[in-house]
């Protein structure tokens, strides 16, 4: 499926006109990690994944939202068999009170359109173990294992800053912004935990940092009396793979400045310039390896029944 191949009322004409087994997800990325998905439990699948990023919507609101097309189709189309859909859960049916609890616990299905368990397709990488594998993996450092063994001290705690990050951009509507706000020179660790420290200056208007970090301070304490589990839910996926990054880069920093800071410290930032797409297709390799290895590694696996029924592994 090329860039914008369809609109969708032709792509809703395709699904009404064609009787090929097809799955609908937001962007490129989550597709190569369903073809991954699907790959691991049926090389033979003939399921065809598109994505809603190749959909024109002549809707401006609509342009920029890939869940609201997919909502949008499957409104369309509901009761097809031979399409299926996948969209991010986002922030829904978490409720925030003291604490932060899941109200779903599980997979939400509607007919055939499923969210993903946490806030993105990313958050099935929320795996100390899938976590600790692709780090290691792409790390070139003489100092990966001692920062692996101290990153597995930090990383189920870190969930909870992760979460409260990802909660006080969203209230002030800003999602994107702890990437380029926080760097992993920010992140102080200290008798296994981590802090976040505000830094003097930003190239960023100061009026919207302090937004952010009263925001932040706000909703740690509700955050840290959470389930871990479930911060690892809440947090925006692309947020949270960029912000494990920088824990890890500081984590190479701390275990190696005593022996050579320089060398410490360039190893930190040759970690924490790697790419996103490096990023997330070596968490995916990861993830995908471990499922049914490991118990405590999700999936959508509602979904790969109903697309892949056929299947020995998802029989009926």
Avoid at 146 to 169: P, R
Wanted: hydrophobic letters at 40%.
């Amino acid at each position: 499926m090329s860039s914008c191949a369809y609109t969708i009322d032709s792509y809703i004409t395709l699904l009404t006109m064609s009787s090929k087994k097809r799955l609908l997800v937001e962007g490129r990325h989550d597709r190569s990690h369903l073809y991954q998905l699907i790959y691991k439990f049926n090389p033979a699948s003939k399921v065809k994944i598109d994505t809603a990023q190749d959909i024109k919507a002549s809707d401006k609101a609509m342009s920029k939202n890939n869940r609201l097309k997919i909502e949008t189709i499957h409104s369309k189309v509901k009761g097809k068999d031979n399409i299926s859909f996948l969209c991010d859960r986002e922030f829904r049916e978490f409720a925030f009170n003291d604490q932060i609890e899941d109200l779903l616990n599980s997979h939400y299905c509607d007919d055939s359109l499923y969210w993903t368990l946490g806030h993105s397709l990313e958050n099935y990488f929320f795996n100390p173990s899938i976590i600790i594998d692709a780090f290691q993996f792409l790390s070139p450092s003489e100092y990966k294992y001692k920062a692996i063994e101290l990153f597995s001290e930090l990383i189920s705690s870190s969930f909870a800053v992760l979460a409260a990050v990802s909660l006080a951009a969203k209230d002030i509507d800003k999602a994107g912004l702890p990437a380029a706000l926080i760097d992993w020179k920010d992140i102080v660790i200290n008798d296994g935990t981590i802090k976040l420290i505000r830094r003097d200056s930003y190239d960023i208007d100061s009026a919207c940092v302090d937004s952010f970090f009263n925001a932040f301070d706000a909703v740690l304490p509700r955050v840290i009396a959470s389930d871990v589990g479930i911060c690892s839910r809440v947090v925006r996926g692309h947020t949270g793979i960029l912000l494990l990054q920088k824990l890890f880069s500081a984590c190479l920093y701390y275990v190696g400045r005593e022996d050579d800071a320089l060398q410490a410290d360039s190893s930190a930032n040759y970690f924490c310039n790697l790419s996103e797409l490096s990023l997330t297709t070596a968490l995916a390799e990861s993830w995908v390896r471990k499922i049914g290895v490991l118990e405590d590694v999700y999936f959508p696996d509602s979904l790969l029944k109903n697309i892949e029924w056929s299947h020995p592994q998802f029989e009926k």
